[in-house]
């Protein structure tokens, strides 16, 4: 039987491990985001997001989430934020429409339930990914992002319609 100091001191190096890696993709992650959130393609600092790197990819990937009734260029990037961590999504969301109120009157009932829903489904945070493709392989890894964002995107989808069906 081991030891409660070995056990405490084995959780310890593994968190610390843990935390080390997952800071330090976090942290690169953090920074690309803010670069593309800042800068458009020819490399200039923007004061209007919407002009940014960020907002264009976002853009292309906007059409997937127009079904689910938050086809806006924000919405798809604080989804792409919440890749980073998922608690980012909210601030990502507030710092692009700048203020709740105006996020609030931008998404329907049905469309925020849908939102909320995709969110807690879609693939984990990047570390956690980065963990996935260490132990199982950039193959796998692949597979299991987008299985996740599949289903996400289904139960999300019929998150909607029944709420849709039921006038919310």
Same mark, same amino acid.
């Given at each position: 039987m081991p030891s409660a100091q070995n056990v405490l001191h084995l959780m310890w190096d593994k968190a610390k491990d843990f935390l080390q890696r997952a800071f330090s993709i976090i942290f690169v992650?953090?920074?690309?985001?803010?670069?593309? !959130?800042? #800068?458009? #393609? +020819?490399?200039?600092?923007? /004061?209007?997001? /919407? &002009?940014?790197?960020l907002? @264009?990819?976002?853009?292309?990937? $906007?059409p997937i989430f127009k079904p689910l009734g938050f086809a806006d260029w924000k919405v798809s990037t604080s989804l792409i934020s919440? #890749?980073?961590?998922?608690? +980012?999504?909210?601030? $990502?969301?507030?710092?692009? @429409?700048?203020?709740? !109120?105006?996020?609030?009157?931008?998404? /329907?009932?049905?469309a925020t339930y849908a939102l909320l829903t995709f969110c807690l489904l879609y693939t984990p945070c990047v570390a956690a990914v980065a963990a996935v493709k260490r132990e &199982?392989?950039? +193959?796998?890894?692949?597979?299991?992002?987008? #299985?996740?964002?599949?289903?996400?995107w289904i139960v999300a989808f019929l998150m909607r319609t029944i709420l849709l069906a039921f006038g919310l």
């Open positions: 992650g953090t920074v690309v985001i803010w670069i593309l !959130e800042h #800068f458009n #393609f +020819s490399l200039t600092m923007i /004061s209007d997001p /919407s &002009e940014s790197i907002a @264009y990819i976002a853009g292309i990937i $906007t919440g #890749f980073l961590a998922k608690e +980012s999504v909210v601030s $990502t969301l507030t710092v692009l @429409y700048g203020s709740s !109120e105006i996020l609030r009157s931008s998404l /329907s009932i049905s &199982e392989g950039i +193959s796998s890894c692949i597979e299991l992002v987008c #299985f996740q964002c599949a289903i996400a």
